[in-house]
Nanobody, 124 residues
Framework: QVRLVESGGGSVAAGGSLRLSCAAS????????MGWFRQAPGKEREGVAF???????GYADSVKGRFTVSQDNAKNTVSLQMTSLKPEDTAMYYC??????????????????WGQGTQVTVSS
């Protein structure tokens, strides 16, 4: 059963921090890469960060140095620690599991399994 559940979103002032978590069912947790994506109103969904089965990570340029992705394979969870948040980070954040090998884990595809999303709002 495909199941991804995000939590931890909320509202924060600029400069603040939030930690997002994603709990995946055992069948959903990707052996390829787990990713965080976001979508702001009127904009396309974009990749934020990913982590693969061996712990390699990647980040969008806009969040490098501010966001950190981590995982707990034993618990099938992936987290996103967000610091120094900016108003432009405001978006719906989605956890996603790649169902096959992806050459670029920051690119959203039809072959990803998606969570329902959690809203992050950063006020100036």
């Amino acid at each position: 059963q495909v199941r991804l559940v995000e939590s931890g979103g909320g509202s924060v002032a600029a400069g603040g921090s939030l930690r997002l978590s994603c709990a995946a069912s055992r069948a959903t947790y990707s052996k390829y890469c787990m990713g965080w994506f976001r979508q702001a109103p009127g904009k396309e969904r974009e990749g934020v960060a990913f982590i693969d089965s061996v712990g390699s990570t990647g980040y969008a340029d806009s969040v490098k140095g501010r966001f950190t992705v981590s995982q707990d394979n034993a618990k099938n969870t992936v987290s996103l620690q967000m610091t120094s948040l900016k108003p432009e980070d405001t978006a719906m954040y989605y956890c996603a599991a790649a169902s096959r090998f992806e050459p670029d884990c920051l690119v959203p595809t039809k072959d990803h399994n998606w969570g329902q999303g959690t809203q992050v709002t950063v006020s100036s």
